[in-house]
């Protein structure tokens, strides 16, 4: 279960929204082996696509150096999806390549007229998809 407080929530889904009709991207840090996602880093879509994302490789490398040096995990790695439902594409699947991380997807498209987005989390390990439960709080 993803556990996330409604601050972080906020943030990544406004990131979504501003970005939109692009994908948007980004990370939520938080302390090694804790689980607990605590800083928001939203990063620029390098690829400036309605229907892919991309991390700049440049930007990638500064913030693992950065998360390395603040003994911080990448425990949340999020995209939007603009048209389509939030659940990973083949091509997300494919690029997952944190183990621990939970990987959230909000679509900014209203493809089951519940609204304008959904928010959802997956763990994908070795090309294998497993939603799980989104806990909100206030605070941890």
Same mark, same amino acid.
């Given at each position: ?13 406004? =990131? #979504?929204?501003?970005? =939109? ?7 939520? #840090? ?9 800083? &928001?880093?939203?990063? !620029? ?6 229907? &892919?994302?991309? &991390?700049?490789?440049? +930007?990638?490398?500064? !913030?693992?150096?950065?998360?390395? +040096?603040?003994?911080?995990? %990448?425990?949340?790695?999020? =995209?939007? =999806?603009?048209?389509?439902? #939030?659940? %990973?594409?083949?091509? +997300?699947?494919?690029? #997952? ?6 990987? *959230? !997807? ?12 959904? &928010? ?8 294998? *998809? ?11």
């Amino acid at each position: 279960m993803l556990t996330i407080t409604q601050a972080l929530y906020d943030q990544i889904v406004a =990131h #979504a929204r501003k970005d =939109h009709p692009d994908e948007a991207c980004g990370v939520v #840090a938080g302390p090694a082996g804790s689980d607990r996602p605590e800083r &928001f880093i939203p990063m !620029l879509n390098a690829a400036m696509s309605p229907t &892919f994302y991309e &991390f700049d490789s440049g +930007d990638l490398l500064r !913030l693992y150096r950065e998360l390395d +040096d603040r003994d911080e995990d %990448p425990v949340v790695i999020y =995209h939007s =999806h603009t048209a389509t439902e #939030a659940y %990973p594409s083949r091509t +997300d699947i494919s690029y #997952a390549n944190e183990p621990g991380a939970h990987y *959230v !997807l909000v679509s900014t498209a209203d493809t089951d007229g519940l609204g304008e987005f959904q &928010f959802r989390s997956y763990r994908i390990v070795d090309g294998e *998809v497993t939603e799980e439960e989104v806990k909100v709080v206030q605070a941890y």
